[in-house]
């Protein structure tokens, strides 16, 4: 079984940076491809914030372009979200999802984290 755990969230001040980590644990072979989506509250719709491809192609959220990054570190089974320049307007929960593959002949498979709350405001 695979878990995702994220953490990194919190209050922060417009102009700040925070990264988020989304950790899998369990029988993980590789992650193979992430991405990260945002909910600014309960019962609206989410939007997709950035992701990784299996090709290493990334793409973003026009809003969020230039000042987010998206990467995967296999050697820590983790997802990070690095974040600078932030705005009042990325307040969300940011949700991770991944294919994460628990064996080298396994297909890959999704799974998502419990969300993590970001707030900028002054």
């Known amino acids: 079984q695979v878990q995702l755990v994220e953490s990194g969230g919190g209050l922060v001040q417009p102009g700040g940076s925070l990264r988020l980590s989304c950790a899998a644990s369990?029988?993980?072979?590789?992650?193979?491809?992430a991405g990260w989506y945002r909910q600014v509250s309960p019962g609206a719709q989410s939007e997709l914030a950035a992701?990784?491809?299996?090709?290493?192609?990334?793409n973003y959220l026009r809003s969020v372009k230039g000042r987010f990054t998206i990467s995967i570190d296999n050697t820590k089974n983790t997802v990070y979200l690095q974040m600078n320049s932030l705005k009042p307007e990325d307040t969300a929960v940011y949700y991770c999802?991944?294919?994460?593959?628990?064996?080298?002949?396994?297909?890959?498979?999704?799974?998502w984290g419990q969300g993590t709350q970001v707030t900028v405001s002054s």
């Open positions: 992701t990784l491809t299996e090709t290493n192609s990334t």
């Open positions: 369990g029988s993980v072979f590789s992650i193979n491809a």
């Open positions: 999802n991944a294919i994460v593959r628990i064996t080298t002949t396994a297909p890959g498979r999704v799974y």
